[in-house]
């Protein structure tokens, strides 16, 4: 084999792989409050829209969030990556992915489950992968106590309602408006 293809097959092997430790990274770096090594997995120069920009803007917005709930277990259940087009000596440098989490939240004499996706995009930085962003969406958050449905599928409100299912084109393809649905409680077809 040609030594220049096998150097690129295991740049994206390791790449993959580098990549495939930051969500479980993330998820015991919330789950100890430990915000240093928290932020130390985005890029320094991550982007927070109307928040502002660098992990001290990031490090403003995250404390309080994490001061919602008092313990937490997140649990990784998958992770899809995807590698970018952008290659040098070293390999890919951006990529992004998809990472499914059953996150477990005490809040106050509450039990919350969420289930969630992480819509993430990856960066290279002087050779380390990094979260550039991280968005997510879920498809419910109850009390242990509660079936989703009866809490209209988010009794926790801390967030946007939930943009799953409905979020993707291939739901709504699937289960259009008009078509009936084995359920009480259909989530919005289409894209909101």
Known sequence: MDPSVLARRLARAEARWEIGQLPIKYALAVDQRDVGTWLSLFVPDVHLGRHGSGREALRALIEPQLRWFYRSIHLICGHQIELGPDVDDDGPQTASGHVYCRAEHEVH????????????????????????????????????????????????????????????????????????????????????
Do not use: C, N
Not at 122 to 147: M, P, S
Not at 152 to 180: M, Q
């Open 109 to 192: 004499d509450r039990w919350v489950v969420m289930a969630i996706r992480y819509d993430d995009t990856y960066r290279r930085v002087e050779g380390k992968w990094l979260f550039e962003r991280r968005i997510e969406r879920h498809w419910y958050a109850a009390d242990l106590l509660e079936r989703p449905q009866e809490a209209e599928f988010d009794s926790w409100r801390v967030g946007p309602e939930p943009a799953l299912p409905a979020l993707e084109s291939s739901w709504a393809a699937f289960w259009p408006a008009e078509s009936p649905a084995p359920t009480t409680r259909p989530t919005g077809g289409g894209l909101p």
